[in-house]
């Protein structure tokens, strides 16, 4: 989760004069099959030779597939085996773009989401929940929606046993021919495809590596180059976050001219602006294989911007709440990507994630000490006494326990937390939080566990199961964000009857209503201001009410255990959306 930080953090400050930048929408892309660059012999000297991806042999066991569903893709694989196809950089598909046909709207709606991550093979925090729930619920509405991530080592072997090897390809990346093999997986009744290549996958942690930039472009090209593969024409393809950003790039840089893509739209989602995906420029040749002209989508304040590039390519923006799409035009919240974004606010726009909630379930989940629904919340107690039992806190079913999951970085408000965690103790409640990330954070948090033994438990892992706990324990969650793109631990929280403590920022601000005494409405308590004075007064608040105020206390539970935050509703929203282009 960490990882998820490093190669690609965004300069806080607001990046130097943009205006040095040649704008975007002067650039004029060649509509035509491109003809790839052919890199100058004098370049690829210089360049160190890549270590050779591992040759399909290499590729994970694969026992066939029994199951393999509705992938009309090549059950009998074979093709593939025939013919890897080696392009040959130097030949020019002329593949003269005639005038598009007008693209078959038959039958159902295509998506192709691709992204960095996905639930439940490999996570590090919301977009694997987005990636494992939105294709579900698009699917569910009659969409046909495929996901598509790279095989990293993470994903559990039992689950790559069960994999099924549709076929290779090699990818250029300048002047690199890169092996991409494609499995696919299905899941929940949707496909899930992998890419393959063991030198840029086959590594311990998902990000953070030395070449992250150009793992995921060799990701974001394998994407395109394997439709050929697994025999998809997608309408849509929806890239997410910086790790995909350069999708929509390559697609009108190169591959307009292919069968599989010509007429694909393309959506670009931001779950966390802080992330860019920034580099030195001397990828555009090296790696991305631009002109001049090209290389502009990505230019950006002075070095390759992938996150840039995606914002301009794309047909549509967006990101995962109205009000952090609002936000984001402004500098305190942009990361240097205001500017961009205010000349392109014509396709942005904002639509908050939802939960699964058929995982996210206090009625069938299986971490819990003991289950419970609506109807049956007297229950939920039991999980608070467990959980006191396994951490070694004083066990007292009447002590307000105040619980956090979540990354530990400055984005999810620690400062404000640990400024005032004496005080918070004082209010004799008891604190448990789990997470893992900057080690100042983890350090601090583990001293003031040791301060604190019979009041605090600061648990540095990351573990689905205790996370589970902890929104089953608590009384209440704790949230208080400096920014917040959309936040999904709030609506899980209140889903296992944890009232959410949270700053007013982003989507927290559109998931939580402040609990409101005279009408009985609100699910929540709220602050404004990045302070932890404000933040500490709502927890006093919260604490009061559920100390003094029972009945009071129950309406704010209930409240929040009532709201819909289904896919299944919002899964329309972006149903509209791929319409709408
Ligand atoms: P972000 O995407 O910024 O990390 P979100 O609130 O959108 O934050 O999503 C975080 C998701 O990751 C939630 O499902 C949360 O329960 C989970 N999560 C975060 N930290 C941990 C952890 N240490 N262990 C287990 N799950 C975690």
Redesign the pocket.
């Known amino acids: 989760?960490a990882e998820?930080k490093t190669a690609t953090k965004a300069a806080p400050k607001k990046p130097a004069a943009p205006k040095a930048e040649p704008k975007a929408k002067e650039v004029k892309l060649d509509p035509k099959p491109v003809v790839k660059e052919q890199p100058k012999v004098e370049a690829k000297k210089a360049a160190p030779a890549p270590k050779k991806p591992a040759a399909p042999k290499a590729a994970p066991k694969v026992e066939v597939k029994k199951e393999q569903p509705k992938v009309e893709v090549k059950v009998e694989q074979p093709k593939v085996e025939e013919k890897p196809i080696i392009k040959e950089e130097p030949k020019v598909e002329v593949k003269k773009e005639a005038p598009a046909p007008a693209p078959k709207k038959s039958g159902k709606m295509k998506v192709l989401f691709v992204a960095g991550e996905a639930n439940p093979f490999i996570?590090?925090?919301?977009?694997?929940?987005v990636a494992g729930a939105l294709p579900k619920a698009l699917v569910e509405k009659g969409i046909d929606a495929r996901v598509m991530i790279p095989l990293y080592l993470g994903i559990p072997q039992e689950m790559k046993n069960n994999m099924q090897y549709i076929g290779n390809c090699f990818v250029q990346l300048s002047w690199r021919s890169q092996y991409c093999g494609v499995f696919s997986y299905v899941y929940q009744g949707v496909t899930y495809y992998f890419i393959d290549n063991e030198f840029y996958f086959k590594r311990h942690g998902i990000y953070g590596h030395y070449d992250d930039g150009e793992r995921f472009a060799f990701f974001s090209k394998a994407i395109l180059e394997s439709l050929k593969i697994i025999d998809f024409t997608p309408d849509i393809i929806h890239a997410n976050d910086w790790h995909t950003a350069l999708v929509p790039v390559f697609l009108d840089c190169f591959y307009r001219g292919e069968e599989h893509c010509k007429n694909a739209k393309t959506v670009y989602t931001i779950?966390?602006i802080e992330f860019q995906g920034q580099y030195g420029d001397g990828l555009i040749e090296d790696i991305l294989g631009f002109n001049y002209d090209q290389s502009l989508l990505v230019r950006y304040a002075g070095c390759v911007n992938y996150m840039k590039g995606g914002i301009e390519s794309a047909s549509r923006v967006t990101t995962v709440s109205p009000s952090y799409a609002n936000e984001i035009l402004d500098p305190y919240y942009g990361y240097g990507m205001q500017d961009i974004l205010n000349a392109r606010k014509f396709k942005l726009s904002g639509i908050i994630?939802g939960i699964d909630e058929e995982k996210n379930n206090p009625a069938t989940d299986k971490s819990l000490f003991k289950n419970y629904d609506i109807n049956t919340i007297e229950n939920k107690k039991f999980n608070k006494i467990g959980l006191q039992q396994l951490l070694g806190l004083p066990v007292n079913e009447d002590v307000p326990m105040i619980g956090m999951?979540?990354?530990l970085t400055h984005?999810?408000g620690i400062d404000l937390v640990t400024a005032v965690m004496d005080r918070i103790l004082d209010l004799d409640v008891q604190v448990v939080i789990?997470?893992?990330g900057d080690w100042k954070y983890e350090n601090i948090l583990k001293d003031m566990q040791n301060r604190y033994p019979g009041k605090l438990r600061a648990i540095i892992?990351?573990?689905?199961d205790?996370?589970s706990k902890i929104?089953a324990a608590s009384d209440m969650f704790l949230m208080p964000s400096k920014f917040?793109?959309?936040?999904?631990?709030?609506m899980?929280a209140m889903r296992y009857a944890s009232v959410p403590i949270v700053r007013l920022t982003g989507g927290l601000k559109d998931t939580v209503i402040a609990y409101n005494h005279e009408t009985g409405e609100g699910e929540g308590f709220t602050f404004l201001t990045y302070n932890a004075s404000d933040m500490l007064y709502a927890i006093e608040r919260a604490v009061g009410l559920y100390r003094d105020y029972k009945s009071d206390w129950e309406k704010v539970v209930l409240n929040g255990m009532k709201k819909d935050f289904s896919w299944k509703t919002i899964a329309n929203q972006y149903i509209d959306l791929y319409k709408s282009i």
Do not use: W
């Not at 917040?484 to 709030?490: A, N, R």
């Open positions: 989760m998820k996570k590090t925090g919301g977009l694997a929940d779950h966390n994630n999951v979540g990354r984005q999810k789990l997470g893992t892992n990351f573990s689905s205790m996370a929104y917040e793109p959309c936040g999904l631990s709030q899980i």
